[in-house]
């Protein structure tokens, strides 16, 4: 910082309960205020909390938009721990000279796990079988007791082909022995195709030609319920779909639908569009496997998200270039 501000700690406010040894990188060189009840802020709080501070630590839950940003005129930086940005009007930020980071690549590998988990657990029925045992319902052993689709060996459609969605091909191609078919906005080079053994499809041809689709794009205003009633029809009747990019990616309302009707085999679904709000039709939904947005909730990457944030938001405020600008 310069001038007068450099005579000054800068001020952040931490959104969020955090790991405190991080949070302790900042606090060596910035006045903290932070949340240590872990609340989220309503739109007021956060304004109230952000009106005097240059730096903001958040994470998902909290929203940066115009509204906030004109009462927030010391505000320089923004460092988001996801990967992310739906959540952070970039525009408005632009507009207000405020520095947006974000914390990519350190939680692909975990993303990636858990999406294949949810692909396994919803095709495989896990959910439901373990309910059924606990309710003491298993009574004998059957041919056909939660009997459904293969994953091994059968084709994935990939919605999203960027770090998360590519290390989810290297799992299915050479851990599951599936065929990669994927759609994103650029095909990918020959040689990453190559290397991925991932062929580019449209987004129908896609939905039509793998038995399981995984969604892996990020949210925006054109991804909206790219996945409607029109899309479901196209898939297979005993596919499964999983999300595990934004909520409002998938018409849910359709989704269950689908479910109900017997027209998909399983949904797993690790985001909802109104989050933390579970559409009632959803959680009524037969085949489904539901988790609360936790997909990249391992300690260690965790850990480094948060790390990550911290490093960024340490950076713009000592003037420094950040390490992974928006
Ligand atoms: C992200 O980083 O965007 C995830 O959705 C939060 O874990």
Redo the contacts with the bound molecule.
Sequence with gaps: MSGHASLQRPRVFVARAVFPDIVAQLEAVADVESNPDDAVCTPAQLRERLGDKQGAFIT?SERIDRALLDACPELKVVST????VDHIDLAACVDHGVTVTH?PDV?TET?ADFGFALLLAATRQISAAEHYLRDGRWTKWSVDLFAGADVHGTTLGIVGMGRIGQAIARRAVHGFGMRVLYHNRRPLSAEVERELHAEYRSLDDLLRQSRHVLLALPYSAQAHHLIGARELALMQPDATLVNIARGGVVDEIALAKALHDGRLGAAGLD?FEGEPRVDPALLAAPRTVLTP?I???SVPTRRA?AQLAVDNLIAVLRGQPPLTPV
């Design positions: 998902g721990m996801t990967v992310g914390a939680l993303t985001v947005h997909a990249s909730s998200m």
